[in-house]
């Protein structure tokens, strides 16, 4: 029903910042949530943010203070600001709708280097 293409990833030195984008095919932002998750290699799946379709925000413990996930409804945008990136943050990142399927698109990757 809704595609969802995440980008932005990248290589990045320990204390710099980068944005990802979650970009849909149609205006959904407003109507569902929206979830940003990550995966390091050998690692569990992680949920790392959330915003509701309210605009509530929500994150894990191990990047509160340092993500900041927002929206722009107008450009069908949800993005993951990350300051401070630490090693640890590496991984490859999703966006999901729970509530429109919560399907799985291709990720981008985050390569934090010491």
């Known amino acids: 029903q809704v595609q969802l293409v995440e980008s932005g990833g990248g290589l990045v030195q320990s204390g710099g910042s980068l944005i990802l984008s979650c970009a849909a095919s149609?205006?959904?932002?407003?109507?569902?949530?929206t979830d940003w998750y990550r995966q390091a290699p050998g690692k569990q799946r992680e949920l790392v943010a959330t915003?509701?379709?309210?605009?509530?925000?929500n994150y894990a413990d191990s990047v509160k203070g340092r993500f900041i996930i927002s929206r722009d409804i107008a450009k069908k945008t949800v993005y993951l600001r990350m300051n401070n990136l630490k090693p640890e943050d590496t991984a490859v990142y999703y966006c999901?709708?729970?509530?429109?399927?919560?399907?799985w698109g291709q990720g981008t990757q985050v390569t934090v280097s010491t």
């Open positions: 999901r709708l729970p509530g429109a399927g919560g399907s």
């Open positions: 149609r205006s959904v932002f407003s109507i569902y949530g």
């Open positions: 915003i509701t379709s309210g605009g509530i925000t």
